[in-house]
């Protein structure tokens, strides 16, 4: 319960969203030498 609240705590700018995550990496994915298997 106390890792749910100190998440709540943060501010919404210092939140990372996984798919905003995913989505950036397999844009510059050939840059960052991820395949596409390491993807799926």
Given at each position: ?40
């Amino acid at each position: 319960m106390a890792s749910q609240a100190a998440s709540k705590a943060r501010p919404p700018e210092k939140v990372a969203h996984k798919w905003n995550v995913f989505r950036a990496i397999c844009a510059a994915r050939a840059r960052l030498g991820v395949s596409e298997r390491a993807l799926t």
